[in-house]
């Protein structure tokens, strides 16, 4: 039973960078995630399917570079991965099958940001 008091799956990521305009390029030119808006010079918001994105400089115990992993939903990895590079993207992994399921294959792949943070893609192929 719901009573509301409860969680209600993720708004918004936080990724520590050192520079919230070079990630923003990358984020939005690279992945192509659609700008939402700034809240002044140190953060920057994107939206990740309803997700926000938000890009910031370091607050508190935020260490630039040492974020969780972020997984992006992509068709066709293969091109995606391909175009991202070719957009400018540090490839780390090429894409790869990473598990059989009952109904499909999960794929993977992985870039590094600027900050060296990693980037997955993931393709679930039916």
């Known amino acids: 039973m ?10 918004q990521v936080a ?5 919230v305009d070079l990630a923003l390029g990358f ?7 659609p700008f939402l808006f700034r809240a002044g010079p140190g ?3 994107l939206d990740a399917e309803g997700v926000r994105i938000m890009l910031t400089t370091p607050q508190g115990a ?3 570079g040492a974020n969780s992993i972020l997984y992006f939903r ?5 091109a995606t991965h391909a175009a991202m590079l070719a957009r400018g993207a540090t490839g780390e992994r090429e ?3 990473a598990a059989r399921m009952p109904d499909h294959e999960l794929w993977t792949a992985f870039l590094r940001d600027p900050d060296g943070n990693l980037v ?6 039916r």
Do not use: C, S, W
């Not at 997955?120 to 192929?125: A, F, I, N």
């Open 95 to 97: 894409p790869q099958l």
């Open 62 to 64: 935020g260490a630039v």
């Open 15 to 19: 990724v520590t960078v050192a520079d």
């Open 120 to 125: 997955g893609l993931m393709e679930e192929v």
């Open 43 to 45: 953060l920057a918001f």
């Open 2 to 11: 719901d009573t509301g008091n409860g969680v209600h799956g993720i708004r």
């Open 27 to 33: 984020y939005r030119d690279v992945l192509g995630l």
């Open 74 to 78: 992509v068709r066709d990895i293969v």
